[in-house]
């Protein structure tokens, strides 16, 4: 089976939409993923822009945040025809895959913006819904957490520096993907577990980072 880590970068939907904004709060600007094989290694990556419907202007701080401007969106296809693109993308190769996402917001949010602009999901060919795991849960699991963890704070716990840029789709979902990779082994997941023992049950006196992390491990992206 192939895994597909998915990622979406969003715009709030402009206010004047009230009726929209209550169906959907925002749009979604970009979809990104990485496709992984059957040993977990990436074979093949996804990127798209996509043109908002009720979103006229890329505001300054989604700018500074995703890197996406309005005028880069503008000349792209709208969500409808990306959806559908993406559909195809996952299904390319075989029909035996499941996406993965960090969190089940990305899942909510495809859902609300499918129903707001009135889209048949069966039409699509969107059957990756169907096959949709909340990596946040399972990993909270791993660690019998139950408040929800950001990726940053699975990263640190997973010994993972963040590689490329925060709040870029495909880079997003390539971190979520090493995340993903380093868990299918148990060894893996009780040395995180020890790895946060060692954070929360440890003074400053007695651990450093170096302790708590093998730095050779990683690496830095640009």
């Known amino acids: 089976m ?7 970068e969003m715009h709030p939907i402009a206010k004047k939409y009230k009726e929209e904004r209550r169906i959907c709060r925002s749009e979604t600007i970009e979809i990104g993923a990485v496709m992984l094989d059957e040993k977990n290694q990436e074979m093949d990556d996804y990127r798209r822009l996509i043109r908002p419907r009720y979103c006229p202007r890329i505001t300054t701080k989604y700018q500074e945040m995703t890197g996406i401007t309005t ?3 503008m000349t792209e296809q709208p969500f409808e025809e990306v959806l559908e693109d993406f559909a195809r993308w996952c299904s390319a190769i075989d029909d035996d895959y499941e996406i993965i996402a960090w969190s089940g917001s990305d899942y ?6 499918i129903n707001l602009k009135a889209m048949d999901e069966n039409e699509l060919g969107c059957t990756f819904l169907r096959e949709w ?3 946040q849960q399972e990993f909270g699991q791993i660690l019998n957490k139950t408040k929800p963890l950001s990726l940053d704070e699975a990263l640190t716990y997973g010994g ?3 590689t490329g840029h925060r709040h870029d789709a495909v880079w997003d979902a390539r971190n979520t ?3 993903y990779r380093i868990t299918r082994s148990e060894t893996e997941r009780d040395e995180i577990r020890k790895r946060v023992r060692a954070i929360f049950d440890s003074t400053p006196l007695t651990v450093s980072l170096a302790d708590v992390f093998d730095f050779s491990l990683l690496e830095v992206g640009a």
């Open 177 to 179: 993907a090493e995340l």
């Open 2 to 8: 192939r895994h597909i880590v998915v990622d979406l």
């Open 133 to 135: 795991k909340d990596f």
């Open 71 to 73: 005028s880069m969106v």
């Open 160 to 162: 993972i520096l963040f």
């Open 108 to 113: 909510a949010q495809i859902k609300h913006e």
